[in-house]
Every structure is written in C-alpha cells, then in structure tokens.
C-alpha cells in the first residue's frame, strides 16, 4: 500500500526547534517531489516546502532561512527541520507525494504547536 | 510569488444541482514543458486534503466523474454536475508551475 506517516510534532515555545519526519512506503521518495504543507487553525491550506527528485529544494517566503526540507534515501523518509519557531507556526502539517505528478498521497498530519 | 485567487469564496448548493468554482493567476501556468500544473484538492475537516485534479483537468483515481476541471494560461474552473451530500467541504486550487507553488484562500461549499 501506498502511503505516508508523519510524526515529530507536539508543543515547542517560540523560538524553538523541532524536526518532523515522513516515511514513505510503497514507493521511494527519492523518485518524487515529496511536499510539506500546513493549515493553521481557522486558515486554509499552505504550501511550505518541496525536495524534488532531481535535489532541487524550495521553501515558501514565510519560512524561508528558518526552515530546511532534506530528505533520508536510506530511510526513505522525508525531514522537516523547523527553527526559530514562531507562534506563527502553529498548524497541522501534511507530508505529500507528488502534488502535481500521477501518484499523490498525503499523510494524517502531525501537529505543531508554538506557545509559551 | 504567483497569486491564486479563487471565487467565490463560499458557495451554497441544493442537492443534485451543478456548481462551479473558479481559480486565477497572477502569472500564466503554462510551463515550458507544455504542461500546465494547475491542481484541485478537497479537504474536510478533520481529515487530509484528497486530490480531485491534476494539470487542469485530469481526474485522480477514483473521483467521481461529476467532477471535472478545465482552463488554461490564468484561468481555471472546478465544476461539479451534480452536489452530492459529501461533496461538502472546502475546495483549493494549487499552481505547480512556479516557485513556490501556492494555493488558493480556498472555497467552501455547503448543502442548502
């Protein structure tokens, strides 16, 4: 079966770091476009980060320096390594396969909440 | 960063009738590989977003037919034949083309 599990999420206070993770099975990361994208609470849906098959890696303005996308071919797992975190940052984030390509999945979620 | 707007924002439809959202740019999608990576998604609450759609109008795995998709350059709709009871949630447009990719406010549709 297809699919993706995230963990690493829980309560950080502002201006620290978490690291969330994205393993994959059925198909290997490495030969996809894998995506992180969030929703706050009350807001809609927004794209945050993508490692693309060919290495490339592009992050959203709004996390851009703070935030580093890498991916773990061994492991076939996706990171998400989350700095200088602001209360912001609070939301449900998704890891997802492909959002342009023929093979999208998407995970449950995992939580991140930014409070003091 | 490449705007995507969508209209309306919150729709209210009678059971079996059509109904019809529409996504913008503010830059064309067209990429140079003649693709046009203008995507649909469906999310409920409490559940992860599902696509319906990929580059404009081809329908994911097991989407109902009623839902198709169509456009090009700036321009894009999501139509639904006919509402459904679980067609009830809130709709997004995503663009692919351009770094980085950025979705639509999103739109909800509700039962009358």
């Known amino acids: 079966e297809v699919q993706v599990v995230e963990s690493g999420g829980g309560l950080v206070q502002p201006g620290g770091s978490l690291r969330l993770s994205c393993v994959a099975s059925?198909?290997?990361?490495?030969?996809?476009?894998m995506s992180w994208v969030r929703q706050a609470p009350g807001k809609g849906l927004e794209w945050v980060s993508i490692f693309c098959s060919s290495g490339d890696t592009y992050h959203a303005d709004s996390v851009q320096g703070r935030f580093t996308i890498s991916r773990d071919n061994s492991k076939n797992t996706l990171h998400l390594q989350m700095n200088s975190l602001r209360v912001d940052d609070t939301a449900v984030y998704y890891c997802?396969?492909?959002?342009?390509?023929?093979?999208?999945?998407w995970g449950q979620g995992t939580l991140v909440t930014v409070s003091s | 960063d490449v705007v995507m707007t969508q209209s309306p924002l919150s729709l209210s439809v009678t059971l079996g009738q059509p109904a019809s959202i529409s996504c913008s740019s503010s830059q064309s999608l067209l990429y140079s590989n003649g693709n046009t990576y203008l995507n649909w998604f469906h999310h409920r609450p409490g559940q992860s977003p599902r696509r319906l759609i990929y580059k404009v109008s081809i329908r994911d795995s097991g989407v109902p037919d009623r839902f198709s998709g169509s456009g090009s350059g700036t321009d894009f709709t999501l139509k639904i034949s006919r509402v459904e009871a679980e067609d009830v949630g809130i709709y997004y447009c995503?663009?692919?083309?351009?770094?980085?990719?950025?979705f639509g406010q999103g739109t909800k549709l509700e039962i009358k």
């Open positions: 995503i663009q692919g083309t351009h770094w980085p990719n950025t």
């Open positions: 997802a396969s492909d959002i342009s390509g023929t093979e999208n999945v």
């Open positions: 059925g198909f290997t990361v490495s030969s996809t476009c």
